[in-house]
Nanobody
Framework: QVQLVESGGGLVQAGGSLRLSCAAS????????MGWFRQAPRKEREFVAA????????YYADSVKGRFTISRDNAKNTVYLQMNSLKPEDTAVYYC?????????????????????WGQGTQVTVSS
């Protein structure tokens, strides 16, 4: 069982930056592939970024590629989402998700149904 708690959301002007964090409970965080998703009002939840359990493989949605960076620190049981050049269309609740435990050290996952655990979400609002 893994519990996930997101933090770092807030209000930022367009062009600004935020860094989201997702702290995971448990001693086997390094066994889980991680991902970030977001959901804007009246829209479906969408994939943002994913990272393998080792951190060596990452994958991004086209809409955030080049602006967002996912990373993880397995010693701190934390995954991060650095968001730069934010746009109003990035406004959403951002969710952290975990899949595992998995033996695939370099695999990442880009659909919500592939994940087993979810955080409560953190609001990101980008003003124009």
């Amino acid at each position: 069982q893994v519990q996930l708690v997101e933090s770092g959301g807030g209000l930022v002007q367009a062009g600004g930056s935020l860094r989201l964090s997702c702290a995971a409970s448990g001693r086997t965080f390094s066994s889980y592939a991680m991902g970030w998703f977001r959901q804007a009002p009246r829209k479906e939840r969408e994939f943002v970024a994913a990272i393998s359990r080792s951190g060596g493989s990452t994958y991004y949605a086209d809409s955030v590629k080049g602006r967002f960076t996912i990373s993880r620190d397995n010693a701190k049981n934390t995954v991060y989402l650095q968001m730069n050049s934010l746009k109003p269309e990035d406004t959403a609740v951002y969710y952290c998700a975990a899949r595992g435990p998995t033996y695939a050290s370099s695999s990442y996952y880009a659909t919500a149904r592939q994940y087993d655990y979810w955080g409560q979400g953190t609001q990101v609002t980008v003003s124009s």
